[in-house]
């Protein structure tokens, strides 16, 4: 009964909540492995073990500490929304070339469909989920919102993870690092302008 | 106000189809695509597939109940192929299975026998051999045989321009869901609910009102979910319907590049004639339209591109004929601008010609051709309230013109291996369907009894921003704060024989009937407000910042008390609304007429930088003085002015669709095909709004945004090719676009 009433009272967001708060002072949301083990024992909405695929691999995404078994072929960006229901993280292109499926392992931009979930075991991935504190929308995320850097809405995410990468290197970059750190991320809308100023922006809003 | 939909998005909580959890019982639909652009199919045998792993079912034409027929304007294109393929990607069968990775690995195990027949890929061989998708259409006024012997200079030439890749993000999706008896329930990517709705109906032979197709919003869109939404949303229902379960099709984007249309083609032959005072006295033209392998929209992009013959200029004498050719391509559809940037690039051309060969300036002929308020379009149409020559003059006074020539000119000299290049681009662009009837939309309005609101009208959220200007529209007539405003999704079930979100026209038609919906309700308001605060006169009363005002004085009653009071008094509190854009017509038997409501004005200024060595080019500078009306959501139209801008330079430049002969594409994927990322933002962007310009058919004034700025884009090819020039003086080229790096290496080199 215990376990039922907390399964209704902790939500997704609540549990990011919790993690950001482990960090306080940061602005970033990902607590230390060791906080987000601890917290993930007691996150009832963990995914069981048996999920499809015969390899088991380890991984932290936002904060949270999932085992899952997988396919020698399923890419990350499977995992993540087809497994862990991480749906902001797009699939566009699946070949590599467009960023809308980006997300942060290790302070670098990564292709989520050009990684094995494989290749993941072990690692700690940040997608766009990840970015809020409670409902706390990130600096980039607001920026986003602020400059109006987006139109559709389909590559956002990727950019705001491939911006998000880009300011934990280098928190005060110039035009050109901006354009190189953004070059891999297609909007069709053609929101560049905007991207560009949003980009600039979120740097700012850091730094204050 | 930010559109209701940002919040979300940057939160990656947005739902899109391919988001949305399904029951554990879904199929996944995978579709088998035609190997050979022409050949009679033999047998589809399905034998194999169908023992494979976690396969429920393979369909093909033969397990279609209604019509195999999907065509909208001609009856030409079926939904599974029947005994001849006429174009690589044509759906041939479908796979449902437990997983997407079975479906797609079964289909491939599907075996299909062909007979290979001739293959024609382009128009002009087409036309050549009677392969047309209609009659060709003719556009004449004056009388140009007579007109040519009044000119000084008469010049001909050729023009060629691309295809383009929409490359929405999100790509050809839909679930469709079995609901009791033989109902449906359709979530497309479309920004044509209707025609989906009645592509279905026709396909499984059930009544339209059994299907309710509803769409929350798109992940880009550009024209290529206009029409061609519709075949996977089909496909889905089909599965859907024979299987009763729950049918998910997502194209993956190798197929959806392979197998849906593009812009068009076009190849065209120009004739014009001119003043030695760079007046235009005549111009011909005839336009080989690449349609591909049935009809789709073909018919009105083709009509839309004679619309547009003239661009911004008044040009007394013109003959203009449009053939549609039908090849062996993927059926060619709508794309952002729908034939006119095809011929707003051609009437350029022609110009720029001119102006090389008759020594006068081009930017000359431009702006002493732009069209005046009494002239007549080539259509009949006269032009009023022409804002051609305004935002000309008004981009020469912000700008100016010639201290930005005479800064590139010096540059030039200055500079050997670098040129720069200027052009400047106006646009006229004409709103409304051309197909008169289609204006027309409707709009929902509930007010809820804790005073808040829903709306429901036929505009789909692509990205370009409707659902806030629409907003927008219901916050400023009932004065309340638009967090009581919610925008629904787009459904059939409420709001029924729409339109498509297109032609530029969502926030004109839909915000129109919101308009209408709301003065409805705010007028059983005011007589109920009269009511409750004896006043005789409900003229009196007014709303503002959610109170209740009476001869200006505000009042105890508050927007939310006063709806919970008309409730009690049994007072309306929704509005269904019809608007259909008045005074438009066409008649096609003489092509005259009056189809536009209005036009939409700007003028771009356009500098860019060649490197003469490596062909490859920058965007210095483009500045824009654009005619919005009284702008709804001036950050939405920014961005649409831009967004419209940087997708039409990637038509004119880097875009460039290739095929085989044997009609496969070769600019498949996006390492082959390169649309603008943020490195091709022009380094100075600006945009202007046109001051005091009025409009009495849009909403608050304002006017439609969505393609004129496109056109812009075709500025920047003669830019290029102005910096071209100054590197290599005795430059000989044809027009033809996309003028890629590797074209103007070609040109300076070889």
């Known amino acids: 009964m215990k376990e039922e009433k907390e399964k209704k009272e902790i939500s997704r967001r609540e549990f990011l909540g919790k993690a950001g708060t482990g960090v306080a002072g940061s602005y970033f949301i990902l607590s230390s492995l060791k906080q987000a083990e601890a917290v993930a024992k007691e996150n009832p ?57 980006t997300v942060v392992i290790d302070k670098k931009a990564v292709y989520s469909c050009q990684m094995l979930a494989l290749d993941a075991d072990g690692k700690d991935v940040t997608t766009i989920e990840g970015l809020l504190k409670g409902e706390e929308l990130h600096k980039v995320q607001q920026a986003f919102i602020d400059k109006d850097g987006l139109q559709c809405g389909f590559c956002t995410p990727g950019q705001i993870m491939s911006a998000y990468a880009l300011l934990l290197n280098n928190p005060d970059p110039s035009e050109e690092e901006i354009k190189t750190a953004m070059a891999g991320n297609i909007c069709r809308c053609s929101a560049y302008p905007k991207i560009k100023e949003s980009v600039a922006e979120a740097a700012r809003l850091l730094k204050a | 106000m930010n559109n209701p939909d940002v919040n979300k998005h940057v939160r990656g909580e947005s739902i899109f189809i391919d988001d949305i959890s399904l029951p554990a019982e879904t199929l996944h639909c995978a579709v088998l695509d035609s190997a050979f652009a022409h050949a009679g199919l033999v047998s589809i045998n399905t034998n194999r597939a169908e023992k494979m792993n976690g396969v429920i079912a393979v369909l093909t034409s033969k397990d279609i109940p209604g019509e195999n027929q999907i065509g909208g304007i001609i009856q030409d294109e079926t939904l599974l192929a029947v005994d001849e393929v006429k174009y690589i990607g044509e759906p041939l069968a479908i796979v449902l299975a437990d997983s997407i990775t079975n479906a797609r690995k079964a289909a491939a195990y599907i075996d299909v026998e062909y007979k290979k027949l001739p293959v024609i890929t382009d128009a002009r061989e087409a036309c050549k051999n009677g392969s047309l998708i209609q009659q060709p259409t003719i556009f004449e006024s004056g009388d140009i045989d007579k007109a040519w012997g009044e000119c000084d200079f008469v010049y001909e030439g050729r023009v060629e321009t691309g295809g383009q890749e929409h490359l929405y993000l999100e790509t050809q999706c839909a679930v469709a869901y079995p609901k009791e008896e033989d109902k449906l329930l359709v979530l497309s990517s ?11 109906s026709r396909v499984l032979g059930i009544p339209m009102s059994n299907i309710e197709v509803d769409v929350l919003r798109l992940g880009g869109a550009f024209g290529g979910k206009e029409d061609q939404a519709t075949h996977w949303a089909v496909l889905s229902a089909l599965g859907a319907h024979i299987t009763r379960k729950p049918v998910k099709l997502v194209l993956p984007r190798y197929q959806d590049i392979r197998v849906t249309g593009k812009r068009h083609p076009y190849s ?42 003239t661009n911004s200029y008044f040009i007394p004498n013109v003959r203009a004929t449009g053939i549609s050719c039908k090849t062996n391509l993927v059926p060619n559809t709508a794309f952002r601008g729908f034939g006119g940037p095809q011929a707003m690039f051609v009437v350029e051309s022609a110009l720029h010609d001119a102006a090389e060969k008759s020594g006068i300036s081009y930017q000359t002929i431009q702006k002493s051709n732009l069209i005046k308020d009494g002239e007549l379009f080539h259509y009949g149409q006269t032009c009023e309230n022409s804002n051609a020559l305004k935002c000309w003059e008004e981009a020469e006074r912000l700008y100016d013109f010639i201290q930005i020539k005479k800064n590139v000119d010096e540059f030039n000299q200055k500079n050997k291996l670098v040129k720069k290049g200027f052009s400047i681009m106006p646009v006229c662009f004409g709103i409304s369907f051309t197909s008169s009837f289609l204006n027309q939309a409707s709009a929902l309005v509930h007010i809820y009894t804790d005073g808040s609101i829903g709306v429901s009208t036929a505009a789909v959220e692509m990205g370009q921003g409707v659902n806030t200007k629409i907003k927008t529209i219901v916050a400023e007539k009932f004065s309340v704060s638009s967090d009581r405003i919610k925008i629904e999704s787009t459904n059939t079930t409420r709001i029924a024989n729409s339109s498509a979100t297109a032609a530029s026209s969502g926030a004109d038609l839909n915000g129109n009937a919101v308009l209408l919906s709301c003065s409805n309700i705010l007028e059983r308001l005011k007589k109920s407000a009269a009511e409750e605060l004896v006043t005789e006169d409900k003229s009196e009363i007014e709303f503002a910042d959610e109170f209740v005002f009476v001869n200006g004085k505000k009042t105890e009653l508050t927007w939310t008390k006063l709806v919970q009071k008309s409730y009690m008094k049994r007072i309306n509190l929704s509005s269904h609304s019809f608007y259909a854009t008045p005074e438009i017509y066409f008649d096609r038997t003489i092509n005259k007429g009056r189809p536009f409501a209005y036009h939409v004005y700007g003028t771009a200024l356009i500098v860019v930088e060649l490197d003469c060595i490596l062909g490859r080019y920058k965007l210095d500078t483009v500045k824009i003085v654009h005619d919005f009306g009284k702008s709804l959501h001036p950050k939405v139209d920014i961005g649409q002015v831009e967004g419209g801008l940087l997708q039409g330079i990637g038509w004119m430049t880097m875009e460039e669709i290739i095929y085989s002969q044997e009609g496969r594409l070769l600019s498949n994927s996006l390492s082959t095909y390169k649309v603008p990322d943020i490195y091709f933002t022009p380094q100075n962007i ?17 006017k439609a945004i969505g393609e004129p700025p496109l056109m812009y884009g075709i500025g920047v090819y003669f830019a290029i090719r102005n910096a071209m020039k100054a590197y290599k003086k005795n430059l000989v080229m044809d027009y033809s676009a996309p003028l890629t790096p590797e074209k103007v290496l070609m040109n300076l080199f070889m």
């Not at chain 1, 899952?68 to 070339?97: A, I």
């Not at chain 2, 479309?190 to 279905?200: D, E, G, M, S």
């Not at chain 2, 006295?281 to 013959?309: K, M």
């Open chain 2, 190 to 200: 479309t920004q044509h609910p209707t025609a989906v709705q009645r592509a279905i």
């Open chain 2, 268 to 309: 065209s032959d120009y004739k014009i004639g001119l003043k030695k005072n760079g007046k235009i006295i005549a111009f011909e033209v005839i336009y080989y339209q690449n349609a591909g392998a049935c009809a789709d929209l073909s018919p009105a992009v083709l009509e839309r591109t004679l619309f547009h013959v």
């Open chain 2, 686 to 702: 600006e945009v202007n709004f046109l001051e005091e310009s009025i409009n009495k058919f849009g909403p608050f004034n304002s």
């Open chain 1, 45 to 101: 909405l963990q995914p069981p073990e048996t999920y499809f695929g015969n390899i088991q691999v380890q991984l932290t995404v936002n904060g949270v500490k999932h085992k899952v078994r997988v396919h020698t072929n399923t890419t990350l960006v499977e995992l993540l929304r087809d497994r862990l229901s991480l749906t902001g993280t797009k699939v566009v292109c699946n070949h590599g070339e467009c960023g809308g499926c």
